[in-house]
């Protein structure tokens, strides 16, 4: 069997499980890496080994700019608190503790367990993304899990290099120069995923070619990965930075058509890539089980006692940091809920995958690195154990914990803010009325859509707030009136989200409704 027809094959497996899991209402990556595993396990199956590079320079920017994309950046400003005490003090803590049960349960020494500890002390935002997807979390919860899974990868990412350093050179820690590293790596990327993201902006506002449009935000993510890298800052960072700064401008650079073009291009590539990658890491453990030495057979016990330090270690400092802000903001009773769900949420992913894949073959006197292949085993172990164990029981913890956002809530907002769109647009177009700047036959047409969409608004919130005006319309008057309408709809919808009346999800929701009004009038 061939590579590319393994390739082939996979890509049809994981797309064939990730639509069962829709279709089935399962959290899409713990069925994937079930059925990864299972077919690792099959006897006739060749061993799976995963390039570095495949993984970190081809899987990864694309799905962290997506995550990203989603990001919102008013509510990002509203957690930023909780979540620099996570992406800081929990992933050191989760690092040091994993460092010393590795050290004391496996063959590992210290500085190879440091290693383990560094790839396994950060959520991952594929993951968390990809499962946060089904939930109907409060807007503040879900920027909570979203941030935090993104940014801690910059902490995670200099723990990382400074014990590979350690491990390969023998040399010791010195705190000063990992501060150092950590403001080269993170701070360039972070200026280096802005420059990316400012250039995008003018081109793309310059352009109204779809295909040149779609190209551009394809390559946008693996040009903000591979220029940091190349400068020797964070890839990963660059690309989180570029993705949050686009995905808060992006509605602004072109039009409707073309916006809606390349949301279903990057679905489908996303779609494509995580359902793939998700189902390696349940395909290629196997493989790494059979490569481990006779001193490293224990495991099967070894992975769940790490995963087990990196959930317990997540409970023991989210419910205390949580009671804290609660305490701070006069809450006499402690609730116990959004923090289970903080907690439940911290499964590893894609991103510990990618880090483990590029760990040294060799030391720096050129002898094999000690206990790789069991690295990679526990890391992958670990990955699989939390995205399956935390992964099937994350919905009813979101259920028991009765924070999700119930659907009559999220159709009254959406119902609400429809209302003052077409609001918006009547005004607008009492003005082109008064002017008397078009047909009379076209301002009645609008004038009964928008009447029709305000009461609709009002009696169903169950809807998507668009009537379907059969009626006959005046083709180029009611056009270019019904675009000047959608114009001032999105701004309102913009002045809404700005003022926080409204979440980014129901922003986005009603912004592609307007995409896909203003496209289907064509001309």
């Given at each position: 069997m061939t590579g590319l027809t393994i390739v082939l094959l996979l890509v049809v497996l994981a797309t064939a499980v990730a639509t069962g899991a829709r279709h089935w209402r399962l959290p899409a990556p713990s069925l994937l890496v079930v059925a990864g595993l299972g077919i690792g396990l099959l006897p006739w199956v060749p061993n799976i080994h995963v390039a570095p590079e495949v993984i970190s320079v081809l899987v990864l920017p694309p799905l962290l700019y997506a995550s990203a994309e989603e990001m919102s950046s008013r509510e990002l400003r509203a957690v930023w608190r909780p979540v620099t005490v996570l992406v800081f003090g929990l992933v050191l803590a989760s690092a040091a503790a994993v460092g010393m049960i590795a050290?004391?349960?496996?063959?590992?020494?210290?500085?190879?367990?440091?290693?383990?500890?560094?790839?396994l002390a950060s959520t991952d935002p594929v993951a968390v993304t990809a499962l946060g997807r089904r939930l109907s979390l409060p807007p503040r919860v879900q920027a909570m899990v979203q941030a935090e899974s993104l940014f801690n990868d910059a902490t995670s990412l200099v723990l990382y290099k400074v014990a590979v350093a350690t491990a390969v050179t023998a040399s010791a820690v010195s705190i000063p120069?990992?501060?150092?590293?950590?403001?080269?790596?993170?701070?360039?990327?972070?200026?280096?995923?802005?420059?990316?993201?400012?250039?995008?902006?003018?081109?793309?506002?310059?352009?109204?070619?779809?295909?040149?449009e779609t190209v551009i935000a394809l390559v946008t993510p693996y040009a903000s990965y591979v220029l940091a890298e190349d400068l020797h800052t964070s890839g990963v960072t660059a690309v989180i930075v570029a993705g949050v700064i686009l995905g808060s401008t992006g509605h602004k650079l072109t039009n409707a058509p073309i916006r809606l073009q390349i949301h279903a291009v990057y679905d489908t590539v996303v779609f494509l890539l995580e359902s793939v990658v998700f189902a390696v890491i349940g395909l290629q453990l196997p493989t790494q089980v059979r490569e481990l030495a006779a001193d490293e057979r224990g495991w099967p016990l070894w992975v769940p006692a790490v995963?087990?330090?990196?959930?317990?270690?997540?409970?023991?400092?989210?419910?205390?940091?949580?009671?804290?802000?609660?305490?701070?903001?006069?809450?006499?009773?402690?609730?116990?809920?959004?923090?289970?769900?903080?907690?439940?949420a911290g499964?590893?992913?894609v991103m510990p995958l990618a880090a483990a894949l590029s760990i040294p073959l060799t030391t720096h006197s050129g002898a094999p690195l000690p206990h790789r292949a069991l690295i990679l085993t526990l890391t992958t172990g670990t990955i699989a154990l939390t995205l399956v164990v935390q992964g099937f029981t994350l919905a009813p913890v979101v259920r028991r914990s009765g924070i999700a956002l119930e659907p009559q809530h999220t159709a009254r907002e959406e119902a609400q803010a429809r209302h003052h769109l077409a609001q918006a647009a009547l005004a607008e177009l009492e003005q082109i009325e008064t002017a008397d700047a078009a047909p009379q036959i076209a301002l009645k047409q609008l004038h009964r859509h928008l009447e029709a969409r305000i009461q609709q608004?009002?009696?169903?919130?169950?809807?998507?707030?668009?009537?379907?005006?059969?009626?006959?319309?005046?083709?180029?008057?009611?056009?270019?009136?019904?675009?000047?309408?959608?114009?001032?709809?999105?701004?309102?919808?913009q002045r809404l989200y700005e003022a926080n009346k409204i979440s980014n999800t129901t922003r986005r929701r009603l912004q592609r409704a307007l995409d896909l009004e203003e496209a289907s009038l064509g001309g």
């Open positions: 050290s004391a349960l496996t063959p590992l020494s210290p500085a190879t367990a440091f290693v383990l500890g560094a790839i120069s990992a501060a150092g590293q950590f403001v080269v790596l993170g701070g360039g990327g972070a200026l280096l995923g802005g420059a990316v993201a400012a250039v995008v902006v003018l081109v793309r506002r310059r352009t109204e070619d779809p295909v040149l995963a087990f330090t990196v959930l317990a270690l997540r409970l023991l400092w989210v419910f205390p940091l949580s009671a804290l802000m609660q305490y701070r903001r006069g809450n006499n009773r402690i609730s116990w809920r959004v923090p289970a769900v903080l907690s439940w499964t590893r992913g608004a009002n009696d169903d919130s169950s809807t998507d707030g668009d009537t379907d005006d059969t009626a006959t319309r005046p083709a180029d008057a009611y056009r270019e009136i019904r675009r000047a309408l959608i114009a001032v709809e999105t701004a309102e919808l």
